[in-house]
T-cell receptor, first 112, second 110 residues
């Protein structure tokens, strides 16, 4: 158990819908990262937060957004879902930037 | 951006055998991590090893930063070692995102 929690574990929804994925980092970790794992793209970085502020963006679609709250938990919002958004979404956390990233169990999203 | 190449892409072993997985990267790195993704999809952190050598039980890793490669050694493999092994690096700078290789799929047969 990495100490990073993600909910829900599985999510099945329809095209055009909106979902919210939640992540709680390890106790004391200030940095949160979101990654997407799909069969065709592999594991890709989406976005990073540090102590509530967005620090970096990767290959994140405009339909996707995220935030980190004062208690340091983070949410990833995916809207206008398409079939191609079906993937495993991971959250990771680290105590500081550049330190070991610990990954949560992931949320498996299926868009039908 | 930084490129990460892993080899071999697939590896099949008998239980008890040893193996070496390789990760080459195209630029200097601030962080290098090895992960094991088990058949249930969990990404388990094995090593944080931007340079030097570390050991943890039957697993060890070595990173030669000046030559831009890292090796993961698995000794006396067990069926529970099966899964995909990923190498991931970050090159620091303004962000610390991890760039992942495509992984090595390891199958350990009893």
């Amino acid at each position: 158990d990495s100490g990073v929690t993600q909910t829900p574990k599985h999510l099945i929804t329809a095209t055009g819908q909106r979902v919210t994925l939640r992540c709680s980092p390890r106790s004391g970790d200030l940095s949160v990262y979101w990654y997407q794992q799909s069969l065709d793209q592999g594991l890709q970085f989406l976005i990073q937060y540090y102590n509530g502020e967005e620090r970096a963006k990767g290959n994140i679609l405009e339909r996707f957004s995220a935030q980190q709250f004062p208690d340091l938990h983070s949410e990833l919002n995916l809207s206008s879902l398409e079939l191609g958004d079906s993937a495993l979404y991971f959250c990771a956390s680290s105590v500081e930037l550049g330190r070991t990233q610990y990954f949560g169990p992931g949320t498996r999203l299926t868009v039908l | 951006g930084i490129q990460v190449e892993q080899s071999p892409p697939d590896l099949i072993l008998q239980e008890g055998a040893n193996s070496t997985l390789r990760c080459n990267f195209s630029d200097s790195v601030n962080n290098l991590q090895w992960f094991h993704q088990n058949p249930w999809g969990q990404l388990i952190n094995l090593f944080y090893i931007p340079s030097g050598t570390k050991q943890n039980g039957r697993l060890s890793a070595t990173t030669v930063a000046t030559e831009r490669y890292s090796l993961l050694y698995i000794s006396s493999s067990q069926t529970t070692d099966s899964g995909v092994y990923f190498c991931a690096v970050d090159s620091g700078g303004s962000n610390y995102k991890l760039t992942f290789g495509k992984g090595t799929l390891l199958t350990v047969n009893p």
